[in-house]
């Protein structure tokens, strides 16, 4: 039984995000079914992206009152993170309704559902200024019963929904082809893609960086800052 639990609107408006203190019934200290990745801030490719099947026979309401949906008896996966100047966001995406269940390295138990209209049903959570050590991460399902394939998402960007992860961010609806995050100067708030101008683009960009700085070009797109010439 917890023996307390609150919400919070932590760390960034989107979404609400429910911790909970006190002995758990998740068993956040079993082996993850899925293994253990270890990143370092400023880790490539980014997005990190593994495929894993979500859900299971636990309620996810025994990580706090607000968690829903269904998880397996331990985590999924563990990460292992050294933080260090940039956010970090985990999310994952699936053809069926799913949802997130995270106890960071902090000690802290955090859920989601839906992260975003943008997001669909699909979940994420994300830190302003994360801790590093170990983060114990579940999938659910929001209905019992089932175990669809799922894909999670580990960046230290905002969550691209719908963008095939690995290390190409591919295009979307507005037709631009933004490509990968292999530039030295990926994520870092700014695009440096010379392909763009306008008030969030470097004053100093390379050819080099050519189609190699996805998330932030797409980010600051979507906010108006930029725009391809």
């Not at 990580?63 to 956010?87: I, W």
């Not at 309704?97 to 839906?114: F, M, S």
């Amino acid at each position: 039984m917890l023996s307390s639990t609150h919400c919070r609107a932590a760390i960034v408006a989107l979404p609400l995000l429910c911790l909970a203190t006190g002995v758990q019934a998740l068993d956040w200290e079993a082996a993850p079914t899925y293994g253990t990745v270890n990143l370092n801030s400023g880790f490539q490719p980014d997005p990190y992206v593994t495929s894993l099947s979500a859900g299971g026979s636990r309620s996810a309401d025994e990580a706090g009152a607000n968690c829903s949906g269904y998880v397996s008896d331990k985590p999924d996966l563990d990460l292992n993170y050294e933080a260090g100047q940039y956010t970090l966001s985990i999310y994952a995406e699936a053809q069926e309704d799913i949802t997130l269940v995270v106890y960071d390295a902090a000690g802290n138990w955090h859920c989601n559902d839906d992260f975003s209209t943008a997001a669909g049903t699909n979940p994420g959570i994300k830190w302003s200024n994360p801790p590093s050590g170990n983060y114990n991460i579940w999938i659910g399902t929001y209905a019992s019963g089932g175990l669809p394939e799922a894909t999670l998402y580990i960046s230290e960007a905002d969550p691209s929904w719908g963008s095939g992860g690995g290390t190409t961010a591919g295009s979307d609806d507005t037709g631009i082809e933004w490509g990968d995050n292999t530039s030295q100067w990926a994520n870092d708030g700014e695009c440096d893609d010379p392909r763009f101008g306008g008030p969030g683009v470097h004053s100093i960009n390379l050819d080099e960086d050519r189609y190699h700085d996805a998330n932030d070009c797409r980010s600051l797109h979507e906010q108006g800052q930029i725009y391809l010439k």
